[in-house]
């Protein structure tokens, strides 16, 4: 019998990633190409099914040997596929799969890339056998993918998961988010928060190393924390308090076997996830934190193609 | 063919109360006898064989129409069925599920008694046909239920559900809460913090109906809201807002098509309901809120009953 594999596309707003993995969620071949978003989802549509083609003609594999094509894209999904709403992408109400399957002339399944990130991360990653994850992605925003029973939960209007919009910061402390909402994760835990709470602290003529900078990244402030810069120690307290904090709140409402954390703040390593832990451990009474664990996500940027791969096999 | 109809147990501190459902979820027959905590687990394991069978007797049915025996706990009860801990019987570490299933010669599904109501509405009740819902149930606590595609969401220790311990309450106006920590939904949206509540305004010299009471129920502030009381109607303004911003914080975790509130205090009614929807209509952006409704149980006390019965229907 032939080798069955799965095709994943991360769909981005610069560039399309490709990739073919096998049955266990390993990714054997890749292929990229520009989206060319400028040129609207005929053109964007039409370029992910040039790529996909080429890949499986470029490889070892026939079509007879796909079972399965999957999409991931950063935006709001509903379970039938529709895009409701892709920024970078200047979509509205586009029905991608639909307009994919018409043209590639295969089944396509597709999904918000947050979650298809958190099911490739359970799939061949950070949450290997383990069924019941919550998945955060820190980097320009707060994004989270949940996984069930090996099943990305996608909620009644496909929303469900924005876990960076969960209101954690006290009002006197709150700042708007982009969502209209104050006081959301993500304005203290992503990266932009993190810059957001550095340049405050700069502009308001704080004693700190970052002072010195032209610019200042996520990076740096952990950098500088490092070798003991008060005020980068205390943004990535901040940080790490109210991701500890949000855990702890889905702990009691989930109760998630894993929570696996990813995207560019994550590489910051442990001095963010020892106080993730900390406070996570801090605020969530043993009956519901035993056994459960908080680890760095490991496919990096392959995430989202190997989880959009996936989506044909964890059927949702 | 004979019809099949299932068993439900609701194990109370005082009560055992024990039901036939027939295939739908409606309530047949019903029979209690006490619990007699005091006998410890085997007299209470004992009292509910012996109404179980008493019911069975009673009825036109017989073992062989029966399909499912079910028992819902106030308590910590993990996926195996094992009790870890009952405070109001007075239980650690016993397993119920085994030791009715050896008394009773059936098979018996065990969980939560928050869970179970929430299936029961599910079943027959204020979530027919919904198949994500989230219950609420106010009370002496804020006890909660997810059902995620017609089964009950119970987590990694089983400790999956529960609402009444997401952290809401701003620090400096949080009170401690019996879980450990402080600002609990339980701390302000349960009877007792409604209570609390009220009592702490009448000990501060307010100027409310209330002060004229000797006990306070939360009852009584509801009624004394409705004449326009207005540290009442402050207290239930209190009450509400917290509901409805949990209930917003959960649309944006799991996106449930429905929220459904039973327990005590929801008798409240529209004084309780417009006010709740108005806070989750606030802080939920359209694209999540979308068909999304909240509506009062229609069990009432018999949820338990049905759900635990249902237990057997909805695999979990």
């Known amino acids: 019998m032939s080798e069955q594999v799965y095709i994943g596309v991360d769909l981005g707003g610069t560039t399309v990633k490709v990739g073919i993995c096998d049955s266990k969620g390993k990714l054997i071949q890749t292929h990229e190409g520009p989206t060319e978003s400028e040129g609207g989802y005929e053109q964007v549509t039409d370029n992910i099914t040039t790529y996909v083609k080429k890949i499986v003609e470029e490889s070892t594999y026939s079509w007879e040997n796909v079972h399965g094509i999957g999409a991931g894209i950063a935006g709001f999904v509903d379970k039938k596929g529709l895009v409701k709403r892709a920024a970078n992408l200047g979509w509205e109400n586009v029905h991608v799969k639909h307009i994919l399957e018409e043209k590639i002339g295969k089944p396509v399944i597709v999904n918000n890339d947050a979650n298809v990130a958190a099911l490739g991360e359970v799939w061949s990653g950070a949450g290997e056998g383990v069924s019941d994850v919550i998945c955060y992605t820190l980097g320009t925003g707060v994004g989270g993918g949940i996984i069930i029973e090996n099943k990305i939960h996608q909620g009644f209007n496909g929303m469900a998961g924005e876990i960076g919009h969960m209101s954690v910061v006290p009002d006197l402390e709150a700042i708007q988010c982009g969502c209209g909402q104050k006081g959301c994760l993500e304005t203290v835990s992503s990266a932009t928060g993190i810059i957001r709470m550095a340049k405050d602290a700069v502009e308001r003529g704080e004693r700190t190393s970052l002072s010195l900078l032209e610019t200042i990244s996520a990076k740096d402030v952990f950098d500088a924390a490092r070798v003991n810069d008060e005020v980068s120690i205390r943004i990535v307290k901040r940080a790490a308090y109210y991701l500890g904090r949000s855990m702890s709140m889905l702990a009691f409402v989930l109760n998630p076997q894993r929570f696996i954390v990813g995207g560019g703040v994550s590489k910051a390593g442990d001095i963010l996830f020892d106080q993730i832990r900390e406070n996570f451990e801090k605020f969530t009474p043993d009956a519901i934190k ?14 989202g193609i190997v ?10």
Chains 1, 2 share one sequence.
């Open 290 to 303: 035993e056994g459960v664990d908080i680890v760095p996500a490991t496919l990096g940027n392959d995430a």
């Open 307 to 316: 989880g959009a791969a996936g989506l044909n096999l964890f059927k949702i």
